[in-house]
Nanobody
């Protein structure tokens, strides 16, 4: 089992920044691919960013590329999502997820409870 707890969400003006954190506990964190998903009201959940445990390769959705940066600190069992130049359409509930094999798909085994991000125009 892996437990994930997100933090760092909040209300920010367009153009501002937020840094989300996801603290993991349980099994060996360093061997899990990690993903950040978001779900806006009335929309499907989408993968925003992901990072592989084996290579450190990252993926970003086209809509956030060059504005968001995902990183991980295996010693602290934590992943981060630095979000810059936020836009109103970036708002939603952000979920952290972990899986031993899935990377770009949505079939992650473990999920956090989510943290709300609201971007005002």
């Amino acid at each position: 089992q892996v437990q994930l707890v997100e933090s760092g969400g909040g209300l920010v003006q367009a153009g501002g920044s937020l840094r989300l954190s996801c603290a993991a506990s349980g099994r060996t964190f360093s061997r899990y691919n990690m993903g950040w998903f978001r779900q806006a009201p009335g929309k499907e959940r989408e993968l925003v960013a992901a990072i592989k445990w084996s290579s450190g390769d990252t993926y970003y959705a086209a809509s956030v590329k060059s504005r968001f940066t995902m990183s991980r600190n295996n010693a602290k069992s934590t992943v981060y999502l630095q979000m810059n130049n936020l836009k109103p359409e970036d708002g939603g509930v952000y979920y952290c997820a972990a899986d031993s094999s899935s990377f770009l798909g949505g079939e992650y085994d473990y999920w956090g409870q989510g943290t709300q991000v609201t971007v005002s125009s």
